[in-house]
């Protein structure tokens, strides 16, 4: 079975600062990776994907995560935040190209201050 | 851009009531989902449907729910008989391709409370 940690709940950072939230997975089969974005009062957003290839993954509002395989890991990481992107964010895994359903971690809050 | 529109947005119900949480998936979308999540706690797979019929669940989706695409636009998520920890967010999905790879679209969710 699949599982999902985001260790922290809450990360405060100021605007302009770097940010990284962590996410850790466990399976034991190839897994597509995910992260999923909730602005206030919206539905969940895609991010950004891992399925195959480069480890090194971009969005296009700036957010980079690296599948650690070897760590079962997948970071999420900003050079530098902008109040904009005060929101909770979600990792998520699935177990590859049949499954249809997502497994999520619980969040975590981000909370960009001035 | 589509979207997957979600009503309501706020529902309250008092515990034995049933309850139906409404879902318009993107009209070319062929796989549906219900996911919920209880305040605090994980984003959790509900069940997926296709072609009119359950493709899969979780063993959070007893006899209490129910889902059903009554009209070929709406996906709806009927709880029979409420209980006090149905209260969570619940969030509608819709995949073109129903692989998780591909991502899906959800909804912004309805807030259910069970009082």
């Known amino acids: 079975a699949q599982s999902v940690t985001q260790l922290d709940s809450q990360v405060p950072v100021f605007e302009e600062a770097p940010v990284e939230l962590r996410c850790n997975y466990s399976?034991?089969?190839?897994?597509?990776l995910f992260w999923y974005v909730q602005y206030p009062n919206q539905g969940l957003q895609l991010l950004l994907k891992?399925?195959?290839?480069?480890?090194l993954v971009e969005s296009i509002n700036g957010f980079e995560a690296e599948f650690n395989k070897s760590q079962t890991s997948f970071h999420l990481r900003k050079p530098s935040v902008h109040i904009s992107d005060t929101a909770e964010y979600f990792c998520?895994?699935?177990?590859?190209?049949?499954?249809?359903?997502?497994?999520f971690g619980k969040g975590t809050k981000l909370s960009v201050k001035p | 851009e589509p979207e997957v529109t979600q009503t309501p947005s706020h529902q309250v119900t008092q515990m034995g009531q049933e309850v139906i949480l409404r879902c318009v998936p993107i009209?070319?979308?062929?796989?549906f989902y219900w996911y919920r999540q209880i305040l605090g706690q994980k984003v959790e797979f509900l069940v997926s449907?296709?072609?009119?019929?359950?493709?899969?669940k979780s063993e959070i989706f007893d006899d209490q729910f129910s889902v059903e695409r009554p009209d070929g636009s709406n996906f709806t998520l009927k709880i029979r008989s409420t209980k006090l920890e149905d209260s969570a967010m619940y969030f509608c999905a819709s995949s073109e391709l129903g692989i998780a790879g591909h991502g899906y679209t959800f909804g912004s969710g309805t807030r259910l409370t069970v009082v």
């Open positions: 009209s070319n979308h062929l796989y």
């Open positions: 449907f296709y072609n009119n019929e359950i493709s899969e």
């Open positions: 891992y399925l195959s290839g480069s480890t």
């Open positions: 998520a895994v699935s177990g590859g190209p049949s499954q249809g359903n997502l497994i």
């Open positions: 399976s034991s089969v190839s897994v597509y």
